[in-house]
């Protein structure tokens, strides 16, 4: 069975920062990206970064670029979101997401159909 175990979302005020975490294990696949994706009210869900296992390649949406960092710990197989400088607008339920590797570029991060979902975390930042 495919789990992944999100942790680190909450309330933080405008500036400040914020880190999540992404436990995986049951994956089908020897190599994979794991990301997070993003959705708040009324919008549609993308893609913000994603790190993959089989040689450290990783995206950042545009708005993100700077003040996000994706790493991760292959031995535990679990990835990290550093979120700094956060924004009102980074408001919004944050997934976790791991599918192949070939989804995660350093200019594209897709969803296709067969990718696990973490059960989201809310990340609120307060102006």
């Known amino acids: 069975e495919v789990q992944l175990a999100e942790s680190g979302g909450g309330l933080v005020q405008a500036g400040g920062s914020l880190r999540l975490s992404c436990a995986a294990s049951?994956?089908?696949?020897?190599?994979?990206?794991i990301g997070w994706f993003r959705q708040a009210p009324g919008k549609e869900r993308e893609g913000v970064s994603c790190?993959?296992?089989?040689?450290?390649?990783?995206y950042y949406e545009d708005s993100v670029k700077g003040r996000f960092t994706i790493s991760s710990d292959n031995a535990r197989n679990t990835v990290f979101l550093q979120m700094d400088s956060l924004k009102p607008e980074d408001t919004a339920v944050y997934y976790c997401?791991?599918?192949?590797?070939?989804?995660?570029?350093?200019?594209?991060?897709?969803?296709?159909?067969?990718?696990?979902w973490g059960q989201g975390t809310q990340v609120t930042v307060s102006s």
């Open positions: 997401a791991a599918q192949r590797p070939l989804y995660c570029s350093n200019t594209y991060y897709y969803a296709p159909p067969l990718t696990f």
């Open positions: 049951g994956l089908p696949w020897d190599n994979y990206a």
């Open positions: 790190i993959s296992s089989t040689d450290g390649t990783t």
